[in-house]
């Protein structure tokens, strides 16, 4: 049940997450205040995502598989004037709601996100949660300077974005044919709309890719997919990054 007052609805894509949502529901289930509804848009799960979000009391879609197709999809369907995306593998603080409806109460806002820091269980890793943290104020340097002189910053999507949902709709949302770093493409298209910037607090994110790949090889991966985002090689963005789960 939501907080009378509330005004955020969280948006969670997922697929075959069921390893990872247990905790999430535990940790969204102590928010204070409630958000208005948490709604799981899932992508086709083969394993026990959709019955864990389910017997969580979340509202669950479907939609085709991708990620910015099911944050459309999620976002269209959400009751509150504010929306959060939040990641499977990623865990807020308590006040997770407070924090982002004190944020949009500025209206020169419209679109911002928390800190990542990514950890597994056994290490934080502080050299790739740096160099993310260094990627979104560089990336717009470099990529849309004119934009970064305007204060707008590159987020993605372990940074829990969130936004004023007619604000979303009027830029048309996420674009479905982008497989990777959609979240960066709406920063774009939200600066339309006022200032994309990060609040002074951490969420804590899964360190699986890390993990999995090694931190050469996956900081030497989020900055290639950097570069073929920014020279317009969207196509060729998913083969460069394969799901971890």
Not at 27 to 39: F, K, M, N, S
Not at 51 to 61: K, M, R
Not at 197 to 223: C, E, M, Q
């Amino acid at each position: 049940m939501s907080d009378p007052g509330s005004r955020t609805s969280i948006v969670i894509p997922m697929l075959d997450e069921a390893v990872a949502l247990p905790r999430l529901v535990r940790v969204l289930g102590t928010l204070h205040p409630r958000p208005v509804e948490i709604i799981a848009v899932d992508g086709g799960s083969t394993d026990a995502s959709r019955d864990i979000a389910q017997v969580a009391g979340w509202t669950v879609l479907c939609a085709p598989q991708g990620r910015a197709i099911q944050i459309n999809a999620g976002v269209e369907a959400a009751r509150g004037p504010y929306v959060c995306v939040l990641h499977a593998d990623t865990i807020p603080p308590d006040d997770f709601v407070a924090v982002i409806e004190s944020s949009l109460a500025d209206r020169s806002v419209a679109l911002a996100g928390f800190t990542p820091i990514i950890a597994g269980p056994d290490r934080t890793r502080w050299g790739t949660t740096f160099h993310n943290w260094l990627k979104t104020w560089y990336a717009p340097l470099l990529v849309r300077p004119h934009l970064f002189l305007r204060g707008v910053r590159l987020l993605f999507g372990d940074h829990a974005m969130f936004f004023r949902r007619e604000d979303y709709l009027a830029v048309g949302g996420c674009d479905p044919g982008t497989p990777v770093m959609e979240e960066a493409d709406l920063c774009i298209k939200m600066a339309e709309r006022g200032r994309v910037r990060l609040v002074g607090r951490a969420v804590h994110t899964s360190d699986r890719r890390i993990a999995a790949w090694g931190p050469v090889k996956a900081n030497w991966i989020y900055f290639k997919i950097g570069i073929l985002w920014a020279f317009g090689a969207r196509s060729r963005l998913a083969d460069h990054y394969p799901d971890i789960r």
